[in-house]
């Protein structure tokens, strides 16, 4: 399974790159935001960072034009890592087949559905990103729908010309249930790959192995 760290925050992916948790990035409009600076600066600090790992992009266009236009501005800002993330609506689908055509790689967003996914699929997107924390918001299943996802690719000998990538994570269990389904990849907070490193119990044998180790230095 990939790890994408689901961040605009620089320092965070810095600290995912050391530890071998960021195989790329995802960023969205609220993840900008949060960093207050200018999106092209943000992606280019990013992109300075992640060697030539996938970048995801995601401008505001609401008609398949516009979303083009968006896209070949933001590849010109970092060539070798951008993505293009546009919703997944009629428009954004019909961007998609555009951009395939001119070779920029696409991540249909704000997938919430097996249909949703299998449309971004046949219109050739690189990735899908359904979001499994905002279903479960609502009290629907969303690993339910990873599930669902990951079986009707592979009924198509899931080829990996569209990767999914698990988005809205918002715990270590997200990526557990989603790697036991063969999810391609997870996109996930850097908080959140925080929690995944930590387990008492390990932390309790390290320190009683401690205390056990002085006392054998002591019988020397
Ligand atoms: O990648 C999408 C992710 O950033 C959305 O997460 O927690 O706002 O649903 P969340």
Redesign the pocket.
């Known amino acids: 399974m990939k790890f994408f760290v689901?961040t605009a925050n620089v320092e965070a992916i810095k600290k995912a790159m050391e530890l071998g948790m960021c195989d790329g990035v995802?960023t969205?409009p609220?993840?900008i935001a949060k960093e207050g600076k200018d999106h092209e600066q943000v992606i280019k600090e990013i992109a300075a960072v992640i060697g030539d790992r996938p970048l995801s992009v995601e401008g505001m266009g609401d008609t398949a034009a516009e979303m083009v236009k968006d896209a070949e501005k933001f590849a010109k800002w970092a060539p070798k890592n951008v993505v293009i993330k546009v919703p997944m609506t009629k428009e954004g689908i019909k961007a998609v087949r555009i951009l395939k055509g001119k070779g920029i790689k696409t991540n249909v967003?704000l997938v919430f559905s097996a249909s949703q996914a299998l449309i971004a699929a046949k219109a050739g997107a690189t990735y899908v990103?359904p979001?499994v924390?905002?279903l479960d918001?609502i009290g629907q299943s969303g690993i339910q729908l990873i599930k669902d996802i990951m079986e009707i690719y592979k009924a198509y000998d899931h080829k990996g010309e569209t990767q999914v990538i698990v988005?809205?994570?918002?715990s270590p269990e997200h990526v557990i249930d989603s790697a036991k389904v063969g999810a391609d990849v997870a996109?996930i907070?850097f908080a959140v790959m925080e929690k995944m490193w930590v387990h008492q119990l390990t932390d309790k044998g390290i320190e009683l192995f401690k205390i056990d180790y002085a006392k054998s230095q002591q019988n020397k």
């Open positions: 689901d995802t969205n609220s993840l967003t990103s979001f924390g905002r918001d988005a809205s994570v918002r996109t907070p």
